[in-house]
């Protein structure tokens, strides 16, 4: 059990929909413009460079959206391009909102099963996560700022005993920028921080760095794919 937590806390966090919702998954992830696919390439940082220059490639993710602007699924790859894993977003043939998202491992088996409940401006507040066999096994609490930004992020294991909480800043257009991870006791366990820079033509951007307790860590190189 504890593999997959820490599987699910190592990806990325899943922007979902249900019928509360009110904004599509492109504006929760503040992406600008008609976009149709993202592409982003994470490398290692130089250990012998001066400053932060990408190393070895350590993964690669495709993103797709629909044409209302919400997620689709998403794959990650590793360095050998094999496939890490895939999450599958499932949404309802009536009424649009989503059902559930369902991450496979790279062979194909499920993973994890996330359902999420949504506050009345559509940001999600709650999540349940389930492995296999459709046991709960975390828990999540959101809380946000007027603009829609997750600055508070707390989950809880299956007894419902916090265990990790997230304070979260943002900058002025809306990238996440710092995020501080506390344990149950209050101790400080990570402080990350993200660089960003070459912004497209719609405003979205290009190229990201990661910091770990300020030393970086990896680079993120984004491509992103616009319907015509």
Known sequence: MRGVIT???????????????????????KLKGA?????????DVRTDAKSAEKGKLKSRTVYHYNDAGNRIDFVSY??????????????NDTTGALD????????GGLNVTTTYKFDAAGNESEEANTDPS???????????DLNGNRIRYDRFNQYGHLFL?????????????????????????????????NYDKQGNWQHKVMLKNDEPRTITERKIIYRK
């Open 7 to 29: 599987i699910l806390l190592s990806s990325v966090v899943l922007p979902l929909t249900v019928a509360a919702q009110k904004k599509n998954d492109l504006q929760r992830n």
């Open 35 to 43: 976009v149709k696919e993202v592409i982003e390439a994470e490398y």
């Open 78 to 91: 590793g360095e050998d391009s094999a496939v890490l894993s895939r999450s599958v977003y499932n949404y």
């Open 100 to 107: 559930d998202v369902k991450r496979y491992r790279g062979d």
């Open 134 to 144: 459709g046991t709960l096994f975390m828990t999540g609490k959101s809380m946000y």
């Open 165 to 197: 909480r997230s304070n979260i800043r943002y900058d002025k257009k809306g990238n996440e920028i710092q995020e501080k991870q506390y344990d149950s006791h209050e101790s400080l366990q990570y402080l990350t921080t993200w660089e960003y820079s």
